[in-house]
């Protein structure tokens, strides 16, 4: 391996870095992306914290339904490959962005994640239906509350995404790929990545936790 | 004649590097899917004691958490920035601010003889 590729081992921000193949890019992103990672590490203390509320309502049921009653647990199984293969299809726009392999890839890969995020979000508005019609709707119970303070929040960042990748998807169309729209991408990557971070501790303890 | 050599060299290199990356993708892909369908499997069929079951449940999301970290988000042990330092201590305040909160409710509830307590 040459002095330069090994010296490329070290990343230099997070996610998929551009490498030396985008020139002035590559510096640009770096603070870039390092402000966006704090960012990040904001929100999953907020996520943290409604994760807290949510173990220490847990028997605050006050008689009403309870997780047993309300969770599908072949719904969220579904839920999570929608969200762990929309992280890969992402994973494979990152890499059509930074190896140049056009346009048409890269938007590609980009339709295929807005579908799969859509669809994910279909599935969780359907549980929540499916909740109210058992009566667990958010003023029943303190448990409830804490359950649509939290897992809603999460699927309030993931629409958020999808709008924010709609958009990108428009500024690819207008501007092509310059290094705004580039920065744009890399971004929400890293965004797309972490909510399907904090998916994982949803499921884990909100849904399997709660089907135990 | 040197400098196309240079050229050919590099894109070599980029191959490589793209292949390299495609495999972490694919790496991360497959063990996140083992790492998740074998605890929805073993909730699904009941395989063992509740308390045994969430200490299972919670060691596979921590080692799946990692692998995505890993393998989608790209932080390595050698970052240029702090990134990696930043993920830690966001994980120390979490771990403090809510097992803390848990702890201190938790208690809360036994003392008050809440329904539910332990």
């Known amino acids: 391996m040459s002095p330069q590729a090994a010296m490329y081992q070290v990343n230099k921000y997070p996610g998929l870095n551009l490498g030396p193949g985008h020139g002035q890019d590559e510096e640009a992103a770096a603070t870039v992306m390092f402000g966006f990672w704090v960012f990040l590490m904001s929100d999953a203390i907020l996520f943290g914290m409604v994760f807290a509320t949510y173990v220490t309502s847990l028997h605050g049921t006050a008689g009403g339904p309870g997780p047993h009653d309300l969770y599908d647990i072949k719904s969220i199984f579904i839920e999570t490959m929608l969200l762990l293969a929309s992280s890969f299809t992402f994973g494979m726009a990152s890499l059509a962005l930074k190896y140049k392999h056009g346009r048409i890839r890269l938007v590609s890969w980009m339709v295929v994640t807005l579908v799969l995020g859509i669809g994910f979000l279909g599935f969780e508005l359907h549980d929540f239906s499916s909740m109210f019609a058992h009566g667990g709707v958010p003023s029943r119970s303190g448990f409830l509350s804490a359950f649509f303070d939290l897992v809603p929040l999460h699927g309030l960042h993931v629409t958020a995404g999808c709008i924010w990748l709609i958009c990108l998807l428009g500024q690819i169309g207008r501007y092509g790929l310059d290094l705004k729209t580039k920065l744009g991408i890399m971004r929400l990557a890293l965004f797309w990545h972490f909510l399907d971070i904090v998916w994982i501790a949803i499921f884990s303890v909100v849904y399997l936790g709660g089907l135990t | ?118």
């Not at chain 2, 191959?15 to 929805?40: C, D, M, S």
């Open chain 2, 1 to 118: 004649m040197s400098g196309q050599a240079h050229n050919t060299d590099s894109q070599a290199e980029t191959g490589q590097q793209e292949r390299k990356e495609l495999r972490a993708y694919g790496w991360g892909i497959g063990l996140a899917l083992l790492l998740t369908v074998v605890p929805f499997g073993l909730v699904q069929w009941m395989a063992m004691p509740r308390f045994t079951l969430l200490i299972v449940i919670g060691a596979f999301a921590l080692v799946q958490m990692l692998v995505h970290f890993r393998c989608f988000l790209h932080i390595g042990l050698r970052q240029k920035r702090e990134d990696l330092q930043l993920i830690l201590f966001s994980a120390l305040l979490l771990t403090i601010m809510v097992a803390g909160t848990i702890w201190i409710m938790a208690s809360l509830a036994t003392r008050m003889a809440m329904p539910g307590s332990p």
